[in-house]
């Protein structure tokens, strides 16, 4: 059993689509041994988001002050951080010990927080999908208490790439399509030689390999010593496609880029995932197929 954390429960962005999720999410944390707090914004919707801007935008800073949560875990991802950017207090956050963890949407939250205050923050389960799934999976809850409570966490899997690899460097990523979105922002960090991960939901190949070449003519495909690419699922091919596949974007890319690029890192829209420190950092060795990933300086 992993030390006692306090978690808060919150939506910032889209709305709980299945409450009962939530309950299961509270009860299965309080009965590892965990306390929880559920935000208001977790039980109410307004059009497709759970609140207007400004009650979302005081979650955020309800979270950050009230003194009795050690980790925020975003209730889902959907839409709605992007419109809360310029008005979130970073500096403010970065005074607190709070510590921030979703995936999706979040991503602009995560990136944001990176660049503007140093902040390091959990791409990793949510409330409703992961905690709260009706049969969670073990895989991702190891992962997430053993990063959690300890000050590093290595992970063994197996990467499709570059046969033999070793670098290190911040690691930083998440949603493909929020790290586009974000670049030529202030809400993009500035990150060379770092570990790049990336996924995806619902995005035919065509627009992930749009998206990676945003990436790649603002030149951060190039500055990076590795990428690590997750999962990308729910899209459709159709009979246009005739071969062109994800598989063919990522052959592309390895072509058009020296750095090193690996496929199959358990993390994404998928029920078995990491929990990856963004602004922390990452040492991975590859050899032949099996990756070894040190995840470290993510306490604060």
């Not at 607190?96 to 990176?114: K, N």
């Not at 799934?133 to 290595?154: I, K, M, R, V």
């Not at 586009?180 to 992930?208: K, M, N, Q, W």
């Not at 750095?259 to 929990?275: A, E, M, Q, Y």
Request: aromatic share 10%.
């Amino acid at each position: 059993m992993s030390a006692s954390i306090r978690f808060g429960l919150v939506a910032p962005a889209g709305f709980t689509t299945d409450p009962a999720s939530v309950d299961r999410a509270k009860q299965r944390l309080q009965g590892m041994g965990h306390s929880v707090i559920v935000d208001p914004t977790v039980d109410s919707r307004w059009t497709r988001f759970s609140a207007p801007d400004d009650e979302r935008l005081a979650a955020i800073a309800r979270m950050t002050e009230r003194g009795d949560v050690d980790v925020a875990v975003m209730a889902r991802g959907g839409y709605g951080f992007s419109r809360l950017l310029d008005r979130i207090d970073f500096a403010a956050l970065a005074r607190r010990r709070v510590r921030w963890m979703g995936h999706s949407d979040f991503t602009a939250f995560q990136l944001a927080a990176l660049a503007r205050a140093g902040i390091v923050t959990f791409g990793g389960p949510m409330a409703c999908y992961d905690f709260g799934a009706e049969q969670p999976s073990a895989f991702t809850l190891d992962h997430c208490f053993g990063l959690l409570g300890n000050p590093a966490w290595e992970v063994e899997c197996a990467l499709e790439g570059a046969s033999q690899v070793s670098a290190s460097g911040v690691l930083w990523g998440g949603n493909l399509a929020l790290v586009a979105h974000l670049v030529g922002t202030p809400y993009l960090p500035d990150v060379s030689g770092g570990v790049l991960f990336l996924e995806d939901v619902a995005e035919h190949p065509y627009r992930i390999e749009r998206m990676l070449y945003q990436l790649y003519y603002a030149g951060i495909l190039q500055r990076q010593r590795a990428i690590l690419l997750g999962a990308f699922t729910e899209y459709q091919l159709t009979a246009n496609d005739d071969g062109y596949d994800l598989a063919a974007v990522v052959a592309h890319f390895r072509e058009r880029v020296t750095t090193p690029i690996f496929t199959g890192l358990p993390f994404g829209h998928v029920r078995d995932k990491l929990t990856l420190p963004v602004g922390g950092r990452c040492a991975i060795s590859v050899r032949e197929g099996a990756a070894r990933l040190v995840l470290s300086d993510y306490r604060r």
